[in-house]
């Protein structure tokens, strides 16, 4: 297992010390550094700008909504990074939630894995650069069909680095998870719990054996996001995260569209996560929180004293499906050596 590490997506402003951070995390082993975007800070601009201060870890993006850019701007964006990264680049994509999609970007949410499988076709057509770049799909059509009347296909100017970069698929469910396995390179779960793993195989499984799958489990990824909150109190170490799993749980989607409290129903928390959903959207948020048991943030995070923590990575976590484990909350340097050589994943 590789060990990478995620600055996410900013709340009111950037986070302080990420060059210090990101070049400790490098020297201490880390292989790949993420950044996320929900609707504020973008993920591109932050990578680029912060992976400038690298010079070996990957640069992934965990993840870019698609309905915030064309495919041929995402593109764009991926062959750029991974032109001044050196081919370091991993384009991490998803459809994220309705509420988003329609209330932010003002774009319709419908059939998400139709879009992702045209949205991908579409990319890996601009970076192969074998030709002007159509496309006639039920989603996506190039050239535009109206307006001046006056598109026509294009070419890109850049020679891509890489004529193919690396496409990861952030996805919760069965279906968006076997798309993955399907058309990617990648998955990039978010709320992995060991206990899910088998859950999760037979959703990998089923889109290895769709004719024309991209790869096969021996080479693809599934790196995941899983927060490391180091303190010698495990308790006051979950309370750290409570807050943010009672958000996802709670008030991240619609009552009867929320993703992430799915993921952890299915964990078999869908009592507690009733309860956590109902208090969040009355505006109870404290008794929200504090409804989030300790267990459940074990499930799905490291926390507790550096030796615990280290220990847990090495009983429940290797062995998973998972193959880059991307530590969140930026744990110390020295905790993130320990995990490396804990992982056996030095960069």
Known sequence: MKIGIAAGYWSSRPPRDVDRRVAAAEDAGVESFWTAETYGSDAISPLAWWGARTARMRLGTAVCQLSART???????????????????????????????????????????????EYVEIM?????????????????????????????????TVHPLRADIPVHLGAEGPKNVALAAEIGDGWLPLWFSPKSDDFYRRALAEGFA??????TAESFEVAGVVWAVEDDDTEAAADRLKPTIA??????????????????????????????????????????VKAVPTAMVEDVALVG??????????????GTCMTTLILGGWPRAELCARLVETAGGAA
């Open 247 to 288: 958000l996802y749980v709670g008030g991240m989607g619609a009552k009867d569209a929320n993703f992430h409290y799915e993921v952890f129903a299915r964990m078999g928390w869908r009592e507690e996560c009733e309860r956590i959903q109902d208090l969040y959207l009355a505006g109870r948020k404290q008794e929200a």
């Open 71 to 117: 495919p041929t701007a995402m593109a764009m964006a991926a062959q750029t990074v991974d032109h001044l990264s050196g081919g370091r680049m991993v384009l991490g994509i998803g459809a994220s939630g309705p509420q988003v999609v329609e209330g932010w970007y003002g774009r319709p949410y419908p059939r998400p894995l139709e879009r992702t499988r």
């Open 124 to 156: 890996r057509r601009v970076w192969a650069r074998e030709e002007p770049v159509s496309y006639q799909g039920r989603h996506y059509e190039l050239p535009y069909p109206g307006g001046a009347g006056l598109g026509k296909p294009l070419r890109s």
């Open 305 to 318: 004293p550096a030796d615990k923590i280290c220990e847990d990575l090495r009983k429940r976590w290797l």
């Open 210 to 215: 769709r004719p024309g799958a991209r790869r």
